[in-house]
């Protein structure tokens, strides 16, 4: 059992040093974005994140009927 967890752990660390690689040795190292907003591809493809959909979605249209209750 003490085997498994030092051979998870040593995978474990393994897989971060390899993660910080990039961070720790280049000038400027950083991750790039993943929000959908900063990938031109996506921006391309007219995809947005779902907080903009929502939004957009929940904007009156000015040529919107308006609906009347029977009460």
């Known amino acids: 059992m003490s085997e498994i967890i030092a ?3 040593l995978i474990i ?3 971060m040093a390899f993660l910080c690689i990039k961070l ?3 000038k400027d190292g950083r991750f ?3 929000h959908i907003h ?3 591809a996506m921006r391309e493809r007219d995809i947005h994140c ?3 959909q929502d939004r957009e979605q929940r904007r009156k249209s000015r040529w ?3 609906e ?3 009460k």
Do not use: R
Request: aromatic share 8%.
């Open 7 to 9: 051979i998870c752990t």
């Open 13 to 15: 660390a393994i897989s």
């Open 24 to 26: 720790f040795f280049l």
């Open 32 to 34: 790039a974005s993943q």
């Open 38 to 40: 900063d990938s031109e």
């Open 50 to 52: 779902v907080m903009d």
């Open 64 to 66: 919107a009927v308006s």
């Open 68 to 70: 009347k209750s029977n």
